[in-house]
T-cell receptor, first 115, second 112 residues
Framework: EPEVTQTPSHQVTQMGQEVILRCVPI?????FYWYRQILGQKVEFLVS????????KSEIFDDQFSVERPDGSNFTLKIRSTKLEDSAMYFC?????????????FGPGTRLTVL | KQEVTQIPAALSVPEGENLVLNCSFT??????LQWFRQDPGKGLTSLLL?????REQTSGRLNASLDKSSGRSTLYIAASQPGDSATYLC???????????FGQGTELSVKP
């Protein structure tokens, strides 16, 4: 069964460093999302991406964040200068288009630890 | 503000019991609602999706209902098993392709 994959599973970085989190959405899906979950808190929406551009972003998704679909399979989230409060589990999700394809499928997550 | 609330926050039941998890949302104009399961430290597994025009969806021992007018959904788990122990999350979507807004989850523990 097709699934969303994410790498790495765990990333440890120093405050101020840049990190890139990678996702491979389900092939033929057209909508892509990043969410995050700080330990003990709700899953929060960061950004959605469709047709090679951001379709919606949250207040969390400030200038330190960017997303890219560098090729036909990968979808990346970059944090330019990490802060302690960026420590969280980051989930990528994808969905197909229209009809019964409204379901969002999530990857296993990348746990980001900022020291 | 569009918010999703889940009650209870935690639930412990003996194996074999039927149980109900609750989800409520402040803005009833949803496009669809999705229930997820999350195991500790893991990703989100989609369980059921209910479109706004539907009243319920079933998958195996799981049944999700939707009452859009009252802003509520329930997830019914029949004959619970220890393997059902996990956190169950409810999330709503307000437009096609839009973001999911999540509740805080119900942590379920099923004791053998």
């Amino acid at each position: 069964e097709p699934e969303v994959t994410q790498t790495p599973s765990h990333q440890v970085t120093q405050m101020g460093q840049e990190v890139i989190l990678r996702c491979v959405p389900i092939s033929n899906h057209l909508y892509f999302y990043w969410y995050r979950q700080i330990l003990g808190q709700k899953v929060e929406f960061l950004v959605s991406f469709y047709n090679n551009e951001i379709s919606e972003k949250s207040e969390i998704f400030d200038d330190q964040f960017s997303v890219e679909r560098p090729d036909g399979s990968n979808f990346t989230l970059k944090i330019r200068s990490t802060k302690l409060e960026d420590s969280a589990m980051y989930f990528c999700a994808s969905r197909g288009q229209g009809g019964s394809y409204n379901e969002q499928f999530f990857g296993p997550g990348t746990r980001l630890t900022v020291l | 503000k569009q918010e999703v609330t889940q009650i209870p926050a935690a639930l412990s039941v003996p194996e074999g019991e039927n149980l109900v998890l609750n989800c409520s949302f402040t803005d009833s104009a949803i496009y669809n609602l999705q229930w997820f399961r999350q195991d500790p430290g893991k990703g989100l597994t989609s369980l059921l999706l209910i479109q706004s025009s539907q009243r319920e969806q079933t998958s195996g021992r799981l049944n999700a209902s939707l009452d859009k007018s009252s802003g509520r959904s329930t997830l019914y788990i029949a004959a619970s098993q220890p393997g059902d122990s996990a956190t169950y999350l409810c999330a709503v979507q307000y437009n096609q392709g839009g973001k999911l807004i999540f509740g805080q989850g119900t942590e379920l523990s099923v004791k053998p």
